[in-house]
């Protein structure tokens, strides 16, 4: 039986061109700064509601208006990650979703889909249980243009990044609005792609956003950083993401799609997670 280089090696490659491809998250953000927009990136769990769907769910996010898609891994203690988004990895794991699993998804995604970026998103055990080095190589070989390991202190990532970059991936980092200066300086330094923001202290799924404390953390951040910087945690109607879309480079929104899911059935779910992005999407674009 063929291993899983074997099984997915060339789904998207061209060796013998040397992978000279750009990364692909480069690539949207400087065609979205060409129109003066900005990226909608929706996060779903990988294998939720079951793993027959994560790859149509995908397709219907691109769809329906998706810049970049946020995958998470599904993990059994989801520390950042508020009901909602622990409910999503429980109905994954109910179907032993691995990070293998996940990875092939990624892999059968590309087969339809060299140009939207996808971003894993998820916790050190998987990782570390791998070997970083194997990880991301096999992340490479599917198609992931960048990985956000939520427990991976900054401080400690210098290794990390390193590998992350030998195989053309982007290292992207969370801050949140009690991250210390000198945190906020050293992710400058290491982070690539795009900064993810928690727009609010909590966990995913809360919904005290205040707008005025982001815009000023926002100008804050980027006193440091030059790379976009999405905003997450809290969006979640098109009022909402118009008005962080006014102040960031990207829009998260991941609870308010898991939650969308679980209401829906099988038969009807793909139209009615589209119907939500395209709101968002409309919402996002207006000037």
Request: proline share 5%; glycine share 8%.
């Amino acid at each position: 039986m063929p291993g899983f280089f074997d099984r997915i090696k060339g789904l998207f490659l061209d060796e013998s061109a040397g992978d000279s491809k750009v990364n692909r998250l480069s690539k949207v953000f400087a065609a979205l700064s060409e129109r003066n927009r900005k990226a909608l990136i929706p996060f779903i769990t990988a294998g939720d509601p079951n793993p027959n769907l994560t790859v149509p769910l995908m397709r219907q996010l691109v769809a329906s208006g998706a810049d970049i898609i946020e995958l998470g891994v599904p993990f059994s203690d989801p520390m950042a990650d508020g009901p909602t988004i622990q409910r999503s990895s429980e109905r994954a794991l109910k179907y032993h979703v691995s990070l293998n699993a996940v990875l092939d998804m990624v892999a059968e995604f590309r087969k339809d889909d060299d140009e939207t970026p996808v971003v894993l998103m998820g916790y050190a055990n998987p990782v570390e249980a791998m070997g970083y080095e194997t990880f991301a190589a096999k992340a490479h070989l599917c198609g992931v243009d960048g990985i956000l390991i939520v427990d991976y202190p900054p401080e400690e990532s210098g290794s990390w990044v390193q590998c992350l970059g030998q195989h053309r991936i982007d290292a992207i980092f969370l801050l949140s609005p009690t991250t210390p200066q000198a945190r906020i300086e050293q992710v400058a330094k290491l982070a690539k792609g795009y900064i993810y923001y928690v727009s609010l202290k909590g966990v995913t799924g809360a919904s005290h956003l205040d707008l005025e404390d982001v815009r000023l953390m926002l100008k804050q951040l980027r006193e440091h950083i030059s790379i976009p910087i999405g905003v997450g945690f809290g969006i979640r109607d098109g009022t909402t993401a118009k008005a962080v879309a006014g102040l960031a480079d990207a829009v998260v929104v991941g609870s308010r799609i898991i939650e969308e899911i679980e209401k829906s059935t099988d038969a009807e779910l793909l139209d009615n997670v589209g119907k939500l992005l395209r709101t968002l999407r409309q919402a996002i674009d207006e000037k």
